[in-house]
């Protein structure tokens, strides 16, 4: 059984995906580091699919010698332009 879930829901969801994931950033190799950056890809798709394009933070086709700060920038981009998004200060 699938549940579908209102754009707002999304949102929340995503939002707190993300937060989580920027949590786990502190304990990443280089391993786990490739793992959360797919997890944050994932993330974004779902938003795209509830009508929400913030593609421009995905993590594609570059080639990253720093890849847990590569990740944590783009997590701190995208969750700043989600409380933009929220209307938080």
């Known amino acids: 059984m699938s549940t579908v879930f209102t754009p707002q829901q999304t949102l929340?969801?995503?939002?707190a995906r993300m937060h989580a994931l920027r949590?786990?950033?502190?304990?990443?190799?280089s391993i786990t580091a490739e793992a959360l950056c797919i997890d944050f890809?994932?993330?974004l798709?779902?938003?795209q699919l509830a009508g929400f394009d913030l593609s421009a933070f995905k993590l594609e086709g570059e080639?990253?010698?720093?890849q847990v700060g590569w990740l944590r920038s783009r997590l701190d981009?995208?969750?700043?332009y989600m409380d933009l998004l929220a209307?938080?200060?």
């Open 12 to 15: 929340a969801m995503v939002y």
């Open 23 to 29: 949590d786990h950033l502190a304990d990443a190799d």
């Open 41 to 43: 890809n994932r993330a």
């Open 45 to 47: 798709d779902h938003l």
């Open 63 to 66: 080639n990253v010698v720093d």
């Open 77 to 80: 981009s995208a969750l700043d």
């Open 87 to 89: 209307g938080l200060p």
